[in-house]
């Protein structure tokens, strides 16, 4: 809160500079023709990378150039070794070839019209989930769903007796409630924190050895990495998802030193190896997907789509794939002139597609090294979020006044085998956010009215993965088993065909259909193009 309204303060100072700037022009009387000239140059924005002005961060952000830019970026640092290579020279040439030629297309592009559009659109991204689903079961789903049947039915006790043993110890909390979190109740993270932490920074150490060392990574090694990177039960990949989370939601979790010196551990330096760009959650994630709760406009939203489709599932992966690369969020930053927080996101943009792979190349000598170890781990998390998040948000259901009904629209899980300090909760997670994890069960009794007046989506003894994938394959029995009746008369109870036909029809009920939301999004950016041309 305290961060939401400094960036509004400042936004607001800038809203008065730019306030009295219009006044002293007015008083100047200034001829037509500057202002025909300022509409022409927003006008030449559209086309344009840079933004006037002094600000090394302010540019406005096309995915076609900023792809075709990174490419030009990394070709140049090619070109500027020692030894130059006739493949990476016409690669080169190739991006600033697709840069020219953008404008051209673009416009050829937009002159079509939406209904001649919407199938090319439909097919593309159709064909996007199938290559992100097929890169995933390639090389991603042994590591996550082998590992995870591995840790439940084999490394589970024995693994969790040497973790109690760190997560208990006296001293060790200590420690971390005195120097490395500002709520002493934090420390309850520490454990974990340090483990998954550990564990990334030496995987990642021992592949950049390797690739130094022996000037490439045998695929054996590749895929030894990726299951460090999972972690037994997802246990690392879990926690780096989680911490990042936290760090992005609570601006004062690490003591003023650690804040100052390193700021977001997870979020905008560990997170770099797990797909996420720096700055993601402090922005969008608290801006746009809690303060639309996943509704209309949210670079999540899911709510055109059947969330017991396959077909849906890949046309959401490439949402997800955009939000992931934080295009759709600086879009919305942009649409919305935010210009705080869509600076702040940019800088991670920047060092997550620019700064970070010029340095791994710097270093390596190697595109191999880029693309296995720093952009595949984005495909993965691609697709395990937008797995996930058709479970968290699957179901739909509105009040008598049209509104979402806040313990639907939200699942919850309760006595969840792979729980990370409450996330499971999602519902709580959304409209209770300020409930410590320790407190949620105490939260959820305050609740127990309205759960059983609105058959709330609250399961039991499962983890999100199984969710979502029992929910694709209409296992509906089996999600009954799971279900938690809050009503206490047994009349008042769903039987398995009332809970199957009310939850199957949640999970399919839409907002609008897909096409209708894609001709809203376009409806929405012309209409923020027009007001900036109206504006100047």
């Known amino acids: 809160?305290?961060?939401?309204?400094?960036?509004?303060?400042?936004?607001?100072?800038?809203?008065?500079?730019?306030?009295?700037?219009?006044?002293?022009?007015?008083?100047?009387?200034?001829?037509?023709?500057?202002?025909?000239?300022?509409?022409?140059?927003?006008?030449?924005?559209?086309?344009?990378?840079?933004?006037?002005?002094?600000?090394?961060?302010?540019?406005?952000?096309?995915?076609?150039?900023?792809?075709?830019?990174?490419?030009?970026?990394?070709?140049?640092?090619?070109?500027?070794?020692?030894?130059?290579?006739?493949?990476?020279?016409?690669?080169?040439?190739?991006?600033?070839?697709?840069?020219?030629?953008?404008?051209?297309?673009?416009?050829?592009?937009?002159?079509?019209?939406?209904?001649?559009?919407?199938?090319?659109?439909?097919?593309?991204?159709?064909?996007?989930?199938?290559?992100?689903?097929?890169?995933?079961?390639?090389?991603?789903?042994?590591?996550?769903?082998?590992?995870?049947?591995?840790?439940r039915l084999v490394l589970c006790r024995p693994l969790r007796l040497p973790y109690r043993w760190i997560d208990e110890s006296t001293t060790l909390r200590k420690f971390a409630a005195k120097y490395i979190y500002t709520n002493p109740r934090c420390a309850d993270y520490f454990a974990s924190a340090l483990l998954s932490g550990g564990s990334a920074i030496l995987a990642f150490s021992f592949v950049l050895y390797w690739q130094l060392t022996h000037g490439s990574l045998p695929w054996w090694l590749i895929y030894a990495y990726y299951a460090a990177w999972v972690g037994f039960g997802g246990r690392v990949m879990g926690a780096a998802y989680t911490f990042a989370h936290r760090e992005g939601h609570n601006r004062v979790l690490y003591q003023r030193w650690l804040r100052n010196s390193l700021g977001n551990i997870f979020e905008n330096w560990i997170g770099n190896w797990f797909g996420n760009v720096p700055n993601n959650f402090t922005t969008s994630h608290l801006a746009i997907h809690h303060r639309l709760q996943a509704g209309q406009g949210d670079t999540f939203y899911q709510w055109d789509f059947d969330r017991t489709s396959f077909h849906h599932l890949m046309l959401y992966l490439y949402r997800i794939l955009l939000h992931m690369t934080g295009v759709t969020s600086l879009l919305w930053f942009r649409r919305k002139g935010e210009a705080v927080r869509y600076n702040r996101l940019l800088k991670g943009v920047l060092v997550y597609w620019v700064l970070v792979p010029t340095l791994y190349y710097t270093l390596t000598q190697s595109w191999s090294f880029v693309f296995w170890i720093h952009l595949q781990p984005l495909v993965g998390m691609t697709y395990f979020l937008a797995f996930m998040n058709f479970w968290l948000h699957a179901f739909v259901e509105f009040d008598g006044r049209g509104e979402h009904i806040a313990c639907v629209n939200s699942s919850c899980l309760v006595d969840g085998p792979d729980d990370y300090f409450g996330e499971d909760d999602h519902m709580a997670h959304h409209y209770a956010t300020q409930v410590y994890f320790r407190d949620l069960p105490r939260y959820r009794e305050t609740q127990r009215a309205d759960f059983a007046r609105n058959h709330a989506a609250v399961f039991s003894d499962m983890s999100i993965v199984e969710g979502a994938a029992l929910l694709l394959l209409g296992q509906w029995e089996e999600l009954y088993k799971k279900y938690v009746d809050y009503n206490e008369r047994a009349e008042d109870r769903l039987t398995l065909e009332q809970f199957t036909a009310l939850f199957r029809t949640r999970a399919k009920r839409v907002e609008m259909t897909h096409r209708e939301y894609t001709a809203w999004c376009e409806a929405q950016g012309q209409e923020a193009a027009g007001s900036k041309l109206k504006a100047a």
């Open 1 to 151: 809160e305290e961060e939401e309204q400094e960036e509004e303060e400042e936004e607001e100072e800038a809203g008065v500079a730019d306030a009295k700037g219009e006044e002293t022009t007015a008083q100047k009387g200034e001829s037509g023709s500057r202002k025909q000239q300022e509409v022409a140059r927003d006008l030449n924005q559209i086309f344009s990378i840079y933004e006037p002005g002094p600000a090394f961060f302010r540019f406005h952000f096309m995915t076609p150039q900023v792809l075709c830019a990174t490419l030009a970026t990394l070709g140049a640092v090619s070109l500027a070794q020692l030894e130059v290579h006739s493949h990476y020279y016409s690669a080169l040439l190739l991006a600033v070839a697709a840069l020219a030629a953008f404008p051209l297309v673009w416009v050829c592009w937009r002159s079509l019209s939406f209904a001649a559009r919407y199938p090319l659109i439909h097919l593309f991204q159709l064909v996007a989930g199938l290559v992100i689903t097929a890169d995933f079961v390639l090389f991603w789903a042994l590591p996550i769903f082998g590992q995870g049947q591995l840790f």
